[in-house]
T-cell receptor
Framework: DAKTTQPNSMESNEEEPVHLPCNHS???????IHWYRQLPSQGPEYVIH???SNVNNRMASLAIAEDRKSSTLILHRATLRDAAVYYC??????????????FGQGTRLTINP | DAGVIQSPRHEVTEMGQEVTLRCKPI?????LFWYRQTMMRGLELLIY????????DSGMPEDRFSAKMPNASFSTLKIQPSEPRDSAVYFC???????????FGPGTRLLVL
């Protein structure tokens, strides 16, 4: 499985944008970039995913570098409810073990009031 | 939709006892996953099923662990005999077969004394 590297923790203030980085220098051409988050005492929940182009949804935006070796999850206006561990995961839908999600340690995001 | 349902939510048992964790996936989802989360090892995939058939059980730690999916709406993860090192939060997730997103349940917090 291609690896991702994320900072262990980040801190931001409420109502400010948050940029969560993820490095994936060994990404293959068919790997999708997925982001999940896990709020305290809950199961992980899907945030967003993309392949090459930047993606937006109601929760966040995903900015993917042109060489695809890194990506950034953007929370446009963080709230206290966004405090969670954010996981960046690569998944190749065509590869062996295509249905697996391999979770790393993620980034623990703290939001200050 | 009620989402993925897991029971019990909390389980405390003594070493050597049999433990059965239960999961009801979202209706219509063809794939079901069992994960375990600990502080030391993070979130690990134990086993997953497609159309009720186990596809990959390489993450099952040892023979004490077994999982079944007798029908599309029910799965069990059994530990027999349980040991203190099995203490963890166990998550079940489901997904439509060709979809990208996994939906996680709230987890079962297991403590083996």
């Amino acid at each position: 499985d291609a690896k991702t590297t994320q900072p262990n923790s980040m801190e931001s203030n409420e109502e400010e944008p948050v940029h969560l980085p993820c490095n994936h220098s060994t990404i293959s051409g068919t790997d999708y970039i997925h982001w999940y988050r896990q709020l305290p005492s809950q199961g992980p929940e899907y945030v967003i995913h993309g392949l090459t182009s930047n993606v937006n949804n109601r929760m966040a935006s995903l900015a993917i570098a042109e060489d695809r070796k890194s990506s950034t999850l953007i929370l446009h206006r963080a709230t206290l409810r966004d405090a969670a561990v954010y996981y960046c995961i690569l998944r190749d839908p065509l590869g062996q073990g295509a249905q697996k999600l391999v979770f790393g340690q993620g980034t623990r995001l703290t939001i200050n009031p | 939709d009620a989402g993925v349902i897991q029971s019990p939510r909390h389980e405390v048992t003594e070493m050597g006892q049999e433990v059965t964790l239960r999961c009801k996936p979202i209706s219509g989802h063809n794939s079901l996953f069992w994960y375990r989360q600990t502080m030391m090892r993070g979130l690990e995939l134990l086993i997953y099923f497609n159309n009720n058939v186990p596809i990959d059980d390489s993450g099952m730690p040892e023979d004490r662990f077994s999982a079944k999916m007798p029908n599309a709406s029910f799965s069990t993860l059994k530990i027999q005999p349980s040991e203190p090192r099995d203490s963890a939060v166990y998550f079940c997730a489901s997904r439509p077969y060709v979809a990208e997103t996994q939906y996680f349940g709230p987890g079962t917090r297991l403590l083996v004394l």
